[in-house]
């Protein structure tokens, strides 16, 4: 069975930093590419950032390009997020998906993460 969970999130003060970890188990972790996906209160899905499976290649969307970076450690099976400068406009739920093909079909339940003083 795909299981993904998320960890990490919290209250954070502006201008704070948090990381987030995926714990990823039932599949073959380092063949598939993953993202890091939110969502804010009242709002629809926003991707935040991808990486793929060996790790050489990320993205980012421009809300966070500079401030989060995404990362992964093959070896333990987790994919993590570093949050750094962080704003209110980041309050969201974090969700990390697994891609297959050209969509994602497997999905954690999420992490809040909130950002205020």
């Known amino acids: 069975e795909v299981q993904l969970v998320e960890s990490g999130g919290g209250l954070v003060q502006p201008g704070g930093s948090r990381r987030l970890s995926c714990a990823a188990s039932?599949?073959?972790?380092?063949?598939?590419?993953v993202s890091w996906v939110r969502q804010a209160p009242g709002k629809g899905l926003e991707w935040v950032s991808s990486?793929?499976?060996?790790?050489?290649?990320?993205t980012y969307a421009d809300s966070v390009k500079g401030r989060f970076t995404i990362s992964r450690d093959n070896a333990k099976n987790t994919l993590y997020l570093q949050m750094n400068s962080l704003k209110p406009e980041d309050t969201a739920v974090y969700y990390c998906?697994?891609?297959?093909?050209?969509?994602?079909?497997?999905w954690g339940q999420g992490t809040q993460v909130t950002v205020s003083s």
């Open positions: 998906a697994k891609w297959y093909g050209l969509g994602t079909d497997y």
């Open positions: 039932g599949f073959t972790f380092i063949s598939y590419a």
């Open positions: 990486i793929s499976s060996g790790g050489t290649s990320t």
